[in-house]
């Protein structure tokens, strides 16, 4: 792939600039803050593409870091490139409201489709994350020696198992292990939470045996105290029955006195009224009688007018027994009772089947360690994996990796690899060096010949133009020579992005063809 033009019409601080390069080394010189890391960005955002993350991930972006402040809805450029020699039109509107896709063969008029993939189709299906990790080649001095020999080694693991650098196998066994720690802890809680409720769960439900119990004894006892009182009750409706009937006898005989008392009452008056028509000499005392026989009369008549009822009553059964409640309220406590056990009985229930659930382990749970499970066996495969790596893939990047070595540092080094423990080997004259023993200088040369091997032996279908972003700040000018010719070499498009003149002077000192563009 070759990028001949691009016109950028609004992408950060670049508006209404156009560029065109060449098919070799393109140099990109610029003072700081003159648009080398925009034009960086705006070439990576039209053969990948830019979106807008939401929330807290939309900070630092590249998005909102070159969103135009004016005029956001003319957020966008075009991009004439060739591919296998037929010439392309890429045009892109990366404003979110109104996105906006172009993408035509210019030689046929063909209208090709960025979203079903035609594009990918020419970039040689490579991702964006796998150019980032080959043809995008930043700065590797910033790192120490030691913290570079891990990285050299932990790059050209990761490419070898994931193709084109798209796999960090490191990473992901350290993300891998992060995550199940974290599923662990939170296993751990979920562990903690089911047996408290567990423990909650007995607690009551011992409470709860005890009260039915205490209520059954309370129940028993007053069905107790209702037989009493019943029994008590048909006793009592015995000796009502006795005294009914003795009560009619009374009535009767009660009855005869008091009509007796009249009568002879009523035939003494009469008598005494003729013997005073005889002996009224002693009036006074017939007088006497006479009252006296009248009262009797008069008290027949009174005593007639009470009946049986008012007859005496034995004592004991004169009036019902005084029970200690009611029966109504007996009985109505009683139901009470009984309503709240069936209540607490189905609690009871529904407690013993919830302590059998919390026993065993929750979806929840078991979602967890599921997971787990699938994280660990992942981190199997994965150390399978990079013990087993391809034979065939590890010889030509082997290979690959030792031709530019050997190019960078004039034949010194023979050969560069990884083992099958993952170890990065240095060889010079048969035999190991150890990394720490290499210059900062030599890594660094060793570093892009990792890059350039990754990408010329994963992407043979389409070499895609190489970025280059201050990658020979810390190169001497020997090195920085050697660098420069390797580059020469390589059939890819190069844009090399400096700020420094030094770059130029030796690619005119060596006689390599280049570009200059200044921003």
Same mark, same amino acid.
């Given at each position: 792939?070759? $990028?001949?033009?691009?016109?950028? +019409?609004?992408?950060?601080?670049?508006?209404?600039?156009?560029?065109?390069?060449?098919?070799?080394?393109?140099?990109?010189?610029?003072?700081?803050?003159?648009?080398?890391?925009?034009?960086?960005?705006?070439?990576?955002?039209?053969?990948?593409?830019?979106?807008?993350?939401?929330?807290? =991930?939309?900070?630092?972006?590249?998005?909102?870091?070159?969103?135009?402040?004016?005029? #956001?809805?003319?957020?966008?450029?075009?991009?004439?490139?060739?591919?296998?020699?037929? #010439?392309?039109?890429?045009?892109?509107?990366?404003?979110?409201?109104?996105?906006?896709?172009?993408?035509?063969?210019?030689?046929?008029?063909?209208?090709?489709?960025? =979203?079903?993939?035609?594009? =990918?189709?020419?970039?040689?299906?490579?991702?964006?994350?796998?150019?980032?990790?080959?043809?995008?080649?930043?700065?590797?001095?910033?790192?120490?020696?030691?913290?570079? =020999?891990?990285?050299?080694?932990?790059?050209?693991?990761?490419?070898?198992?994931?193709?084109?650098?798209?796999?960090?196998?490191?990473?992901?066994?350290?993300?891998?292990?992060?995550?199940?720690?974290? /599923?662990?802890?939170?296993?751990?809680?979920?562990?903690?939470?089911?047996?408290?409720?567990?423990?909650?769960?007995?607690?009551?439900?011992?409470? /709860?045996?005890?009260?039915?119990?205490?209520?059954?004894?309370?129940?028993?006892?007053?069905?107790?105290?209702?037989?009493?009182?019943?029994?008590?009750?048909?006793?009592?409706?015995?000796?009502?029955?006795?005294?009914?009937?003795?009560?009619? $006898?009374?009535?009767?005989?009660?009855?005869?006195?008091?009509?007796?008392?009249?009568?002879?009452?009523?035939?003494?008056?009469?008598?005494?009224?003729?013997?005073?028509?005889?002996?009224?000499?002693?009036?006074?005392?017939?007088?006497?009688?006479?009252?006296?026989?009248?009262?009797?009369?008069?008290?027949?008549?009174?005593?007639?007018?009470?009946?049986?009822?008012?007859?005496?009553?034995?004592?004991?059964?004169?009036?019902? #027994?005084?029970?200690?409640?009611?029966?109504?309220?007996?009985?109505?406590?009683?139901?009470?009772?009984?309503?709240?056990?069936?209540?607490?009985?189905?609690?009871?229930?529904?407690?013993?089947?919830?302590?059998?659930?919390?026993?065993?382990?929750?979806?929840?749970?078991?979602?967890?360690?599921?997971?787990?499970?699938?994280?660990?066996?992942?981190?199997?495969?994965?150390?399978?994996?990079?013990?087993?790596?391809?034979?065939?893939?590890?010889?030509?990047?082997?290979?690959?990796?030792?031709?530019?070595?050997?190019?960078?540092?004039?034949?010194?080094?023979?050969?560069?690899?990884?083992?099958?423990?993952?170890?990065?080997?240095? +060889?010079?004259?048969?035999?190991?060096? #150890?990394?720490?023993?290499?210059?900062?200088?030599? /890594?660094?040369?060793?570093?892009?010949? @990792?890059?350039?091997?990754?990408?010329?032996?994963?992407?043979?279908?389409?070499?895609?133009?190489?970025?280059?972003?201050?990658?020979?700040?810390?190169?001497?000018?020997?090195?920085?020579?050697?660098?420069?010719?390797?580059?020469?070499?390589?059939?890819?498009?190069?844009? @090399?992005?400096?700020?420094?003149?030094?770059?130029?002077?030796?690619?005119?000192?060596?006689?390599?063809?280049?570009?200059?563009?200044?921003?």
């Amino acid at each position: 792939m070759q $990028i001949n033009q691009i016109k950028i +019409y609004n992408y950060g601080k670049l508006q209404n600039k156009e560029y065109t390069f060449d098919p070799g080394i393109n140099l990109i010189y610029g003072e700081n803050e003159a648009g080398k890391s925009t034009m960086q960005a705006f070439l990576k955002s039209m053969l990948f593409g830019m979106e807008k993350p939401k929330g807290r =991930a939309a900070a630092g972006e590249l998005y909102t870091k070159y969103e135009p402040w004016h005029a #956001p809805s003319y957020y966008s450029g075009a991009m004439h490139f060739f591919v296998d020699g037929k #010439p392309f039109y890429l045009e892109r509107n990366f404003y979110v409201k109104e996105k906006k896709e172009v993408l035509c063969n210019e030689r046929d008029g063909e209208e090709l489709s960025v =979203a079903y993939g035609d594009l =990918a189709v020419l970039l040689g299906g490579i991702s964006k994350e796998a150019y980032e990790a080959t043809y995008e080649i930043p700065q590797a001095g910033a790192a120490t020696g030691t913290q570079l =020999a891990g990285l050299l080694a932990e790059y050209l693991s990761d490419a070898t198992l994931g193709g084109a650098g798209s796999i960090h196998v490191t990473r992901a066994m350290k993300n891998l292990l992060t995550q199940k720690r974290e /599923l662990a802890s939170i296993l751990r809680k979920e562990e903690q939470q089911r047996k408290q409720q567990q423990e909650h769960v007995l607690v009551e439900k011992k409470v /709860l045996e005890r009260d039915l119990a205490e209520q059954k004894q309370l129940i028993e006892k007053a069905k107790m105290q209702m037989e009493s009182e019943q029994q008590k009750e048909a006793q009592f409706a015995r000796k009502q029955e006795t005294v009914r009937k003795e009560s009619g $006898i009374l009535r009767i005989l009660h009855s005869f006195s008091s009509r007796t008392l009249r009568v002879a009452g009523a035939m003494l008056a009469i008598l005494n009224s003729f013997a005073y028509q005889i002996w009224y000499q002693v009036a006074p005392v017939f007088w006497l009688l006479e009252i006296f026989f009248i009262a009797i009369f008069f008290c027949g008549i009174f005593s007639n007018e009470t009946t049986g009822e008012d007859a005496p009553v034995p004592d004991g059964i004169s009036q019902k #027994p005084q029970l200690e409640e009611e029966p109504f309220s007996e009985k109505k406590l009683l139901r009470k009772l009984e309503e709240t056990v069936r209540e607490k009985e189905i609690r009871l229930s529904n407690l013993k089947e919830q302590s059998e659930q919390l026993e065993q382990l929750s979806r929840k749970e078991q979602e967890l360690k599921e997971d787990i499970q699938a994280l660990e066996l992942a981190q199997m495969q994965i150390q399978k994996l990079s013990v087993e790596v391809s034979e065939d893939i590890q010889d030509q990047l082997d290979a690959q990796v030792s031709k530019y070595v050997s190019e960078l540092t004039n034949g010194r080094y023979d050969r560069i690899r990884v083992d099958e423990q993952g170890n990065l080997k240095v +060889y010079l004259e048969g035999r190991t060096i #150890p990394l720490e023993q290499l210059s900062k200088g030599t /890594l660094e040369q060793m570093y892009l010949a @990792l890059r350039l091997a990754v990408g010329t032996v994963f992407t043979r279908e389409e070499k895609l133009p190489l970025l280059l972003d201050e990658t020979f700040a810390m190169y001497d000018e020997t090195r920085l020579g050697e660098a420069l010719l390797l580059l020469e070499k390589q059939q890819t498009q190069v844009f @090399l992005f400096t700020c420094q003149k030094r770059e130029e002077e030796i690619l005119q000192k060596m006689g390599i063809m280049y570009q200059k563009v200044v921003l």
